[in-house]
């Protein structure tokens, strides 16, 4: 029974193709996230989904776009890909509640040649 | 504004041995802090959390933390460490209507030596 899936769990690509990493939480949550991990392993927000209405939109290029088609569910598309594209992304997923742990998922490792 | 500052990227200590984790944070409201573990590989996992209640948290794992509001500090410990402890450890800070976000600390490795 996984909490929050992600698939897929590596992806290899030329720079300028655009790829999507998808996101599913049966956990019942409202509200989704994506997360950014370096090289150096520091973690960043991008963006956060309530309901599948975005409410954080951080400093993130316009060649990430999120999409929500339901609250279980949050992919993370990205045209143009560029070699500092490269990193860890992390989905999450958490009740309403700011003080409610987020749940992550596995990670999607992508990597840009 | 929100940040943490994990002191020691890497930490290594003996099995057996205190570990201590060191995290600082700044917030402008009451801050909910939260600490992750990340094995190599892998996701998050939730250690345990402080969200205004006691001062000393008690997590997964025999890890525990104590909130000090004077110092601004969050440090995790545990009394005796084991090999499966070694991993990245991450210091979170949210609050103030951020509709949830995250601030992480740039994480300590931890490293156990038999």
Request: aromatic share 12%; proline share 5%.
């Amino acid at each position: 029974d996984t909490a929050v899936s992600q698939t897929p769990k590596y992806l290899v690509t030329q720079m300028g193709n655009d790829k999507s990493i998808k996101c599913e939480q049966n956990l019942g949550h409202d509200t989704m996230y994506w997360y950014k991990q370096d090289s150096k392993k520091f973690l960043k927000i991008m963006f956060s989904y309530n309901n599948k209405e975005l409410i954080i939109n951080e400093t993130v290029p316009n060649r990430f776009s999120p999409k929500s088609p339901d609250k279980a569910h949050l992919n993370l598309h990205i045209n143009s890909l560029e070699l500092g594209d490269s990193a860890v992304y992390f989905c999450a997923s958490s009740p309403l509640a700011e003080l409610n742990e987020q749940f992550f998922g596995p990670g999607t490792r992508l990597t840009v040649l | 504004a929100q940040s943490v500052t994990q002191l020691g990227s890497h930490v290594s200590v003996s099995e057996g041995a205190l570990v201590l984790l060191r995290c600082n944070y700044s917030s402008s409201v009451p801050p909910y802090l939260f600490w992750y573990v990340q094995y190599p590989n892998q996701g998050l996992q939730l250690l345990l959390k402080y969200t205004s209640a006691a001062t000393l948290v008690k997590g997964i794992n025999g890890f525990e933390a104590e909130f000090k509001k004077s110092e601004t500090s969050f440090h995790l410990t545990k009394p005796s460490a084991h090999m499966s402890d070694a991993a990245e450890y991450f210091c979170a800070v949210s609050g103030g209507n951020q509709g949830g976000k995250l601030i992480f600390g740039q994480g300590t490795e931890l490293s156990v030596k038999p």
